[in-house]
């Protein structure tokens, strides 16, 4: 699966939170302004480009920089470790959009984590491997996030919803240190905003044969990226580092776009966090 942000996204989205011309960038990177204009497009950095002193200008890390434009991307992630995790991505308005499932071996109960586009996809893999559906977590209300909502609590209204949204009905709100159990699984939250307003990382730990702990962020990091944050960057950056990159580095990330990661990747090869 190709990195959720090319070499220019990540580009542009720190250019414009830290209100940098291009003009400015263009030529930090030694690159006249149509050139850096085509790098932001098409995500192809010409022979030559200075990302040290552009990453300096625009707060990313320019060796790790250098690192996605030759082509890095994370280490697949073998996720037999976790038997009872599936990822189920959808497409919709031009993009593919993440979701997570996942259960207990012994009871059946399952969780699923954000909608994504499409219900069918869950409601297939739901009834395969004979599961009830008890909570529906949302990382944020983005509407990627949360497209399928309504038909999936049709389907199962029992499914108990879990918001980190002021405007969510009060029932459906995350409770400050409250701990879910789904079986022998341990769900907890960190709030996360900056991306969005009520951006929630959900920790999932008790996993069989000791497996590291699972983390579904929303938007809040992507492999080699981060989600859009504009005027909200420092504080989205300071959320990661403190709820996200704080854990054990085998702690799997699993972001609402792109391909899964581990958090020792993203402290080694993410610009955003040098």
Known sequence: MN????????????????????????????????????????????????????????????????????????????????????????????????????????????????????AEPIVELVGRHQLHLTHIFITHSHGDHVAALAPLRGRYPSARVHSGSLRAPKDQRLVAGEVISLGGLRITHRETPGHAEDGVTYVITGWSGDAPAVLVVGDAIFAGSMGGARDQLPLARDRVLGMILSMAEDSLICPGHGPLTTVGQEKTHNPWFP
């Open 3 to 118: 990195l959720e942000d090319s070499l220019g996204d990540i580009l542009r989205k720190a250019r414009i939170s830290n209100q940098v011309d291009p003009g400015t960038a263009a030529g930090e990177a030694g690159l006249e302004v149509a050139e850096y204009e085509r790098l932001e497009e098409t995500g192809v950095a010409p022979e030559g480009t200075r990302f040290e002193p552009l990453g300096r200008r625009l707060t990313l890390s320019g060796p790790r920089l250098a690192g996605i434009a030759r082509g890095w991307r994370p280490e697949p992630v073998d996720l037999t470790q976790w038997q009872c995790l599936e990822v189920i991505t959808t497409a919709g308005e031009g993009m593919t959009v993440n979701a997570f499932l996942v259960w207990d071996p012994v009871t059946r109960a399952a969780a699923l984590f954000d909608t994504g586009f499409e």
